[in-house]
């Protein structure tokens, strides 16, 4: 017996099944699906994908008895559908399709009403009583079939296909401008001068038999794996050339045979909302093509029921079938022909993040999917989407509309922001403090710009990248941000810049899409997310919110399977506070530099820095000390017994400097001394390549007093909240670490203290001293370190710029051109390098576990927050990863994920 | 029985060996070992180091049975001497010193002359026919009873010792200056009024009984062992503190008893020349330290021979031997007694970079020792020295004397030079073409001041490590150079500097010791070392210089014995020449880049940087094109067929740019464009740390045109070198690999480069492709850059950078703080950080191997030329080091050493 190439499908039944996709291709094995489970599909027939490999290699030749069982499934088609292949009475028209294991979309041919010759089309035309559709079908079908399969199809897009001039003239001569303006008649002109063209391009007359059409139509399918825009997707994709494809032979449906026919597409449930209900639209009288080209307006699917009640009825019993079949929201297509329903398709439905959220959440208490699936279902960028305050969707369009789209950078901050333009940080403040909502605008943003960073709706840069100053700290802060917008001319002498050849002036009303990019003039109304709403605002009853309850019971469920804490990156009690809320578990990073630059705590920090000797700075460091004892206060209370990691200053100190020479003026007056001794401070402390300069704990080596001021800040805190009956948990953690001895030198140092402190207060709190793993060196002598480090905390900036010998600010020149070059697939700043950085946290990992079996590893870069690298650290075995508030959710998503 | 504790030495014979160090310290160990030669040594005997630990640990006390083993020792000592402890006639005295088994100079105490009172003094002065010998001597031991047993010593260098006052007191009230001039009566009050000081402190009357004295000065020497002098000084030796002293008890000999008694020291051979002769000095009638003093000029020993016959040929035999024993030139001090020949001491001697390579190599000729020690003998620095330009000693000497020591800096390039000040590089050149000597001085030198440093005798920055640019290049050049001299006030537009509160002008004379860091005013004449006479100048002919003769046999030895090959980092003809004088076996490292700054070179990469787009870029690289290709041509020449390493464009290219006000004006007039584009294009150009920025592999993969231009200078100048008959081996190194795509990409362009070059000049040449090591990433990566890289070159400049996190120009103000606190035992940038950059190095060798068995590995970083470095090279098996090419001798030397 000859080997099986025909797998028939149809009438309650099917030679194939869905997992048998590698041999029938993903439309072939779903039809058999469909069919088997007695959903009325148009029957046909799957040619395997073993024939096309066995055309492609035997130059356009078929395996032996392929014919045969070809003439069979025909057959089987006839008796099924009582229609005949060739009749002239009652013809069989059929659609040959490919049909891939991985699907191509828009790369390979189809070719529908096969079957069609001057006479059939007269069986075609008495038989649906429409002259006038059987000569549109005829029509269709020649200008298609000599399109894919006999090369009438242009190769270039400069060239004009044949058949369109030739309609374009018909209608020029019959002096109309819509196709369906013509009429039997010129339809049948059309087939002619189509015929015609054929003919004089392929010196062979358009092939009438069926038979013929047939096999010209699977000779051209298999053909098309082979063609050059297939080969370059499934290059670009990673898709093996020799998987081949199917082909499907299929009866054709019309749902424009009269007014008992109907087309129509539907969702299980809603796509946008992801409410548990039928959703869809139909057209009676119509192709498919029809419902989407938007010329009539199609009616909602619960019109159906009235007008079509039988049809309705079986839809409604086969899109639960489907829906619990395939334990997914589906998205159908289906035609009804003459009152008999057909389906053509069933896929998993797209839908939003928020319908992502409820869908699976819904699914799973329905048990339909278990509860590890629907936290497999809801991608990062879902949640994400959830959370993110947005613009609305209609003034958004008119807006983009109305041409008011004028710059486009990097999204950099999530979200939807909109406000009046400002240039400076004390600007932002000052008409923050009136009320106003303000962007802030600036060529790039440091430090000194925190504070007005924290009054703007949005920060938008014209330098930096993904991770730059303002994009990190954008994130942190849940702020909107398009960081590395190059199209802004920013002038701030003039306090104005100029985008797209437009002027936008300090004052004028600006938009920011953190989503998307994109910056549009003046205001588009926002609101935050209903999940912030409840959470952080307080605003919103969460049980009025089913977005929250869904988001809720989501994160339930990821806390109960995950085994990596989240923590969060925060300076803040307010930061603190917010993360909280959103779960987070303890605090992975306080950056105690951040809280310097409140108003009057960076007047004594530069007083620090200008100090001549060790006294005048241990005099300065004791008025910083109540500050910072203040802020750590504050932190553990919001933190509430939760463990919280503070890592000793780390910043070159020249950051905590003004730059511009008017604000140095202004700082020397403060300060009492000249501009120009301030001048020489700040040449001094000029370094050629600060990352690598004197910085984290190289300043508390050369400096001890102001480890030992932090560490005492810290104690004291704790004690006294200690005795407020809050438990404390502090984990002290020292940076930029490359030698043990330095981690041995800072660590006896807040030991000391400790001890000191915990005397003198009369109470003890307990706490740990780790540090940071971010120079390759640390990681490569982890063992050293582990013996003197409590916990490590990969500082994956860092360590990515120092592995990778990139600096984060200066890589925007040639990443993106890297990216495009396939030299790196991700930023690397943004998701985890694992094969060299990852390769380097490993032997860390590895070695530190050597020497401190029990040490706390976590992650606190901003890798903390992306979901790749959440799921690496997992693979690490690593405690916890920490990232900014607004990420908490999403770790804790993934964080589970990574899990299961 | 008990424990042995007390070992004998004298008479012919001793319980103890030269082997016994642990045991008996070393002294003991030598005085043994030369009493077991038959060599006179005054008798006596060691208790050895594990009494120390017992009196240590049992706070002061003593084995039992020790004390009668001291009796025993004593016993024999006067059975030896003929002398009696204690004795009114005929008294012996003895020393006692510590000894541990690492010398550990001046830390510790020694008592001489012990055994004197006030009935032995008179049998001295007696027995030795001297009253006032006795009688000092009876002074000089009651001084050091009471400040070593007795606790006089003042502890703070503040306080005055007793004793001197009293001296001072005495001398006054005699009316003298000199001790010398007290006579009997004086001496014998000074031991009154002595007592009588140490009566009043420490409430108990000076100890008379030698045995008592005799404890009390044991116990103060094992004592010493736990002072806090002691203790600081092992901590920062990293000697063990349980390593614990020898005591050496051994009978006193004199030298002033008479003119029949002499003093003196001697070397078996000429310390500062290395030339095979006895020498050395002597005083009759005179102690040890009357040699050293120079209050009398000693006698050379050759007049001994007929002043004291006998003892000269004793001495003769004995120094023979003891060179003979030892097998290496020693350093002897020795008693004559009464006509006595007694020998106090013998080491190995000191002895100057020339003596130290002369003796070795003679040494090896006399089979004295193997060749192979005389390799091991020859120290990097004594080598280094004798290559060295020198100042003239006595000049030298006068000038420092004479106030004209005005800084001291870094001793960053070895040698001397003298010249006029100059601050720009122009100037330097100008000055340079008019005959002047001069010394460039820069607050720090960047790749624009080449051509002046070249043209400079010496530099002098002001800022700037060991690796500074000023300190490579200068080394590079093998020009002196004193770097990051802090003290240094420079002033650019006033063309002076201060230091010492000195000024000093451009044109001023100024002399640089690059072997010391000192910076002298005024000038001081140098000359070349001899084997730069020889081998580079051709001034010397070879046989006339001992010292060539020396060097060149030694290194013949080397190269017989080494496996690693030695390269040198060249980019001009001239520096190659140099290098394979010095031995060079090929290029590891020609840094194009350094080509580029000629006068009219440097305004065509100019104008390829400013180029608008490709075109214009293209056009630019066209007029480079030639110049390269000539530049390669004069390399290829001077190498004659050895391998040539060279590296693609490197630096970012703002380091081509000009940075002050003027010369931008100068140069965009030069350029045809506005000082304001050239300015906005140094703004662009601008890096927040430019050593992880826009350079290295990055700048020929965003622009492919350089590195398509500079590969086609390589092969069309490598066929031109080879078509006049000379071999050929270029290979293309690309720098800054972090990933294996960026070095594909690249090597793609220079094979295709390649392959075009050969077929249009219809000839080939063998080369290869491979990359730097620099990048942590590319390390931990190694096995995939492998598959693509013919050779490995270890950049271990950048490596250090990126692998400790440590900018080398920014780490000067904490780097020393380090190093003195222990973090980093020697500067990262000069010696090799094995523990971490080594453990990358050695990553990316297994992985390199483990993909390409055969692969090429080298390394071209500052540490080619470091000792230390080369061992560890060695270690990790590389097949060649690349260093600068005065650097290429101890190259060679090292890596003999490490085979061995």
Redesign the interface.
Known sequence: MATKHVYHFGGGKADGRADMKTLLGGKGANLAEMANLGIPVPPGFTIDTKVCAYFIEHRGKYPEKLESQVRSGIRRMEKLTGKKFGSRTNPLLVSVRSGAAISMPGMMDTVLNLGLNDETVEGLAKKSGNERFAWDSYRRFVQMYGDVVLGMKPESKEEEDPFEVIIERVKKKRKVTLDTELDVDDLKSLVKLFKDAIKKRTKKPFPTDPQKQLWGAIGAVFSSWSNDRAIAYRKINGIPDDLGTAVNVQAMVFGNTGDDSATGVAFTRDAATGEKRFYGEYLINAQGEDVVAGVRTPKPIEQLQKEMPKAYRQLTRIYKLLEKHYRDMQDLEFTIEDGNLWLLQTRVGKRTGLATVRIAVDMAKERLITREEAIGRVTPFALEQIMRPIFSPKEYTAAVKAGRLIAKGLNAGPGAATGKVVFHADDAVARRAKGERVILVRIETSPEDIEGMHAAEGILTARGGMTSHAAVVARQMGKTCVAGCGDLKIDYKARRFVADGKVIKEGDAISLNGSTGEVLAGEIPTSPSEISQVLVEKSLDPKKSEIFRAYDQLMRWCDKVRRMKVRTNADQPDQAAIAVAFGAQGIGLCRTEHMFFGEEKIQHMRAMILAEDEKERRAALKKLLPIQRKDFEGIFRAMDGRAVTIRTLDPPLHEFLPHEAKEIRAVAKELGITPKKLEAKIEELH????????RGC?LG??YPEITEMQAQAIFEAAVKVKKKGIRVKPEVMIP?I??V??LQ?QADIVRDVAARVFKAKGAKVPYLVGTMI????AA??ADEVAAEAQFFSFGTN?LT???????R???G??LP??QH????DADPFASL?T???G??MRIAVDKGRSVRTDIKLGICGEHGGDPASILFCEELGLDYVSCSPYRVPIARLVAAQAVL
Chains 1, 2 share one sequence.
């Not at 710029?801 to 600096?807: A, I, R």
């Not at 070059?821 to 790196?824: A, D, E, K, T, V």
Request: aromatic share 8%; proline share 4%.
């Open positions: 370094e050629f390549n600060p990352m690598l300069g004197h190289r080596i050369t930029l490359g030698n001895k330095e030198l971010e120079i390759p060196r490569l002598t860092d710029q120092t592995t990778l010998g990139l600096s600010d200066d890589s020149r040639f051109i890297y070059l396939g030299i790196y390098d094969t060299g950085v390769q380097l």
